[in-house]
């Protein structure tokens, strides 16, 4: 590959640090995520405050982190490997 080639590729996203969102943006964040994420938290026994719970869990442990892509200007949370 050239070196010219290298400037084409462009980062993909940004960890944002979930301490660094405002408390009700990051919950409203998550609520988000785990609807769209688990659309039968029903048929699952969960509910969206329990789901909410383990995601945040998972962020606080560093299981999980926001990630801010910057092509689509939208935003996940991911598992961390």
């Known amino acids: 590959m050239s070196p010219n080639k290298q ?11 979930y301490e660094r969102i405002d408390p009700e943006t990051l919950r409203a964040m998550i609520g988000e995520f785990v609807s769209r994420e688990w659309a039968d938290l029903s048929d699952a026994g ?3 405050e329990g ?5 945040m869990q998972q962020l606080e442990e560093k ?13 996940n949370i991911v598992v961390c490997s």
Request: hydrophobic share 30%; proline share 3%.
């Open 7 to 17: 400037t084409d590729r462009q980062e993909e996203g940004i960890d944002i640090p």
């Open 46 to 48: 969960c509910t969206l």
């Open 51 to 55: 789901k909410i719970g383990q995601v």
């Open 63 to 75: 299981r999980a982190k926001v990630v801010y892509d910057l092509k689509t200007e939208t935003w």
